[in-house]
Nanobody, 119 residues
Framework: VQLQASGGGLVQPGGSLRLSCTAS????????VDWYRQAPGKQRDLVAVLTAGGNTNYADSVKGRFTISRDNAKNTVYLQMNSLKPEDTAVYYCNAIITLIAGNDFSYWGQGTLVTVSS
């Protein structure tokens, strides 16, 4: 199983980006997905959560601006980021709990995608 994060890039303050996290390989289902971010010289912080039951939760710093969602048919989870600020600049990582064919759950990380918010 592989997790591929994409969609990062350079955007001006106030702009938008949509990140994608796609799972590939042989597995039964994606249970839950989180998005994290790590700014230069800082620790990796949790940004958004999408639980198995479909509930969402966000860091206070992104509430009202970021939205996490999923497309089960495409095995993809999205992070829609609006009203971006320079302090949102970071490498964004997705982490997914995936149920394998054998029935056990494993945690997988995507490789990270860089978001730069700058004028």
């Amino acid at each position: 199983v592989q997790l591929q994060a994409s969609g990062g890039g350079l955007v001006q303050p106030g702009g938008s980006l949509r990140l994608s996290c796609t799972a590939s390989g042989s597995f039964f289902k994606i249970v839950a997905v989180d998005w994290y971010r790590q700014a230069p010289g800082k620790q990796r912080d949790l940004v958004a959560v999408l639980t198995a039951g479909g509930n969402t939760n966000y860091a206070d710093s992104v509430k009202g601006r970021f939205t996490i969602s999923r497309d089960n048919a495409k095995n993809t989870v999205y992070l829609q980021m609006n009203s971006l600020k320079p302090e949102d600049t970071a490498v964004y990582y997705c982490n997914a709990i995936i149920t394998l064919i054998a029935g056990n759950d494993f945690s997988y990380w995507g490789q990270g995608t860089l978001v730069t918010v700058s004028s």
